[in-house]
């Protein structure tokens, strides 16, 4: 394969992967604003506020599961970019980035396979992103806010 080639390989899959990085944040934004919804229509409803916080629990968690899908393709797009870096120090010497080691276009799922660290090491870290303070709101602030609403709703 010549440069050019291994160039225009990874500059494609970079484009799919970075769509692809943006349909996962837009699922997680779409996730975030059903966990609104369902606050907001389960207080109008009088829905068991226990319940309420499950759900919520359940939608945080999927959104952690969502994320770590969405960081193993931001990983990949990060090595992706230091092919790029490399392919452009070798097509022109005098640039100042550093080189890196060769990148192949093309190898996001056995990467993936390869850091595999078995279920529990998945597990944390569907927990790891499921904390992450960008994914972790709304879901404790909700959670938060439908504690108090039934200290309000208890207080009168």
Not at 93 to 121: D, K, N, Y
């Amino acid at each position: 394969m010549t440069n050019d080639d291994r160039t225009a390989a990874l500059r494609l899959e970079w484009a799919s992967l970075q769509a692809t990085f943006e349909h996962y944040e837009r699922g997680g934004l779409t996730l975030k604003l059903v966990a609104v919804v369902l606050v907001a229509v389960g207080l109008l409803t009088s829905f068991a506020p226990v319940l309420m916080c499950v759900l919520l629990a359940v939608l945080w968690q999927q959104e952690g599961i969502w994320r770590t899908f969405q960081a193993r393709i931001g990983a990949r797009i990060l090595k992706v970019e230091a092919g790029l870096r490399q392919e452009a120090e070798l097509a022109d010497p005098a640039e100042t980035m550093p080189v890196v080691s060769h990148v192949v276009a093309f190898q996001l799922h056995s990467e993936w396979l390869a850091g595999r660290r078995g279920g529990f090491g998945l597990l944390r870290a569907y927990l790891a992103n499921s904390l992450r303070p960008t994914v972790a709101y709304p879901y404790a602030v909700l959670m938060v806010g439908i504690v108090v609403w039934v200290f309000l709703q208890g207080a009168e």
